[in-house]
């Protein structure tokens, strides 16, 4: 569906400042709200919120429902009376600057194990009556999950695919018995759960009322050790024996790799999910669309033709493209939900049939302004080429900053890219980036909050192939001054973005 004329911001809460060593979904958050209202601004894009694994990627997580319990706000759970301000007086001195999660983890976990302990012997029977309505409400898929993380416990953190047998082939009898064993567990669990999503609802409630739509994130794959493969195997290509990937997702060489991205999730059986009329993924929209107002699906064109390859390669270069029912399931998903708020990442290698799969349901895709230069007026992510229904960004959680951008962008491109600019501010490159999408006809606007502050490649989110170092950026507390906001809200009033102007 087309939006109307707007403009936001890109920032993950694992970014904003707390005395945790992690954004939260505390105070700052609600601050982070307000400097969005006050500059202007309408939207919020957020990554996936869900637990993460393995390099602490957002879109490598333990579950495709369940959110992520290093961004409960402990200041909040001691406003709850679980907590007190005992129990911060031995912090550690946490980085500034970006996230060290192996000294977040360790701190900031048995707080929330202690948060829960308290839980479980004072909460008012008000607040445990609203625990068991979340739990009844959520079944559905927080019962799988919350024994997964208990089991993973149990196994030292092993992938699901190497416990034994009847644990891994979800044996009823096997089950029955760990739900009894590790009942304690599977609870606090349960209760993480509670929390995290009850504080997110807070914030989300808080930044509707103030005028802000929050952009949530549907990475297309789940990971291979996650509740979701574990619990529905006959969803996904997996060797029958060993419970491991039989086909690996990924995309063929592109601007980021020689030999292609291997992410190695399991590709899915789409035979199967047709089978069922996308039971999974209706319900998997239906609950992201209970806490954000939009969805951006990444690898959109993943529902078109997906590349997959096979167990044992080491690269994405040995792969092929299969067709994938992606026409079917948005009719199915238009008709269970009406209008679909979503937009679609269509970067990459795409055809003309993804072009016509996203135009015929009219999902907004995506321009990213530091693909635009360094070539001839052809390139089609110059803003002359762009149409109204679209999302216009300086650049993503995958790219580096602008100014990190411009500083490795070759001499004898910059006099073209100046030329078209026109000129350059004296402020610094961002800002002729900023002002250009502002300027555009794209009906929406983000702009990663990097960008904003004019911070180099040391700012940059996500390196993709890198397995390690991602995901780590922090801005720092007093960063966001009103002459900021101040300076946003002009641009964002002298091309038609603020709340209320035409599409």
Known sequence: ?????????????????????????????????????????????????????????????????????????????????????????????????????????????????????????????????????FCDSKASWLDDYALFMALREVHEGQSWHTWEPELAHRQPEALEEWRQRLDAEIQYHKYLQFQFFRQWSELKLYANMRGIQIIGDIPIYVAHDSAEVWAHRDMFCLDEKTGEPSLMAGVPPDYFSATGQLWGNPVYNWDHLQETHFQWWVQRFEMLLDYVDI?????????????????????????????????????????????????AE?????????????????????????????????????????????MVYTGTHDNDTIAGWYSEFPEEKKESLVRYLGCTSPDGIHWDFIRLAMASVGNQVIIPLQDILG????ARMNFPSKAEGNWEWRYQPGTLTKELSDRVHTLTYTYGRLRGAAS
């Open 346 to 390: 269509d970067l990459g290698t795409i055809t003309p049939e993804v072009h016509a799969l996203r135009e015929q349901f009219e999902f907004p895709g995506m321009k990213i302004l530091q693909f635009a230069f360094g070539e001839g007026p052809d390139n089609p992510y110059l803003p002359f080429s762009y149409e109204r229904n679209c």
């Open 1 to 133: 569906m087309p939006f109307p004329r707007s403009s936001g911001v890109l920032l993950h809460p694992t970014s904003l400042p707390s005395q945790f060593g992690i954004g939260d979904l505390g105070l700052e958050a609600f601050r982070f709200v307000d400097f969005l209202a006050e500059g202007g601004q309408t939207l919020w894009q957020v990554l996936p919120l869900g637990p993460t694994g393995y390099g602490h990627s957002p879109y490598m997580s333990y579950s495709a429902m369940a959110g992520n319990p290093l961004l409960i706000s402990p200041d909040k759970l001691r406003d709850q009376g679980l907590l007190s301000d005992d129990d911060f007086q031995n912090l550690p001195e946490f980085p500034l600057e970006k996230v060290d999660y192996d000294r977040v983890i360790q701190t900031k976990m048995p707080l929330l194990r202690k948060a829960g302990e308290n839980f479980k012997a004072q909460a008012t029977p008000l607040l445990q009556t609203e625990f068991a309505g």
């Open 455 to 458: 911070l180099g490649t040391e």
């Open 295 to 343: 969805i951006r699906i990444d690898h959109f064109r993943g529902f078109e033709a997906y590349w997959a390859v096979k167990r044992g390669e080491s690269t994405a270069l040995n792969g092929e493209w299969m067709k994938a029912p992606g026409e079917t399931f948005f009719e199915v998903l238009k008709g269970k939900l009406g209008q679909l708020p979503i937009v």
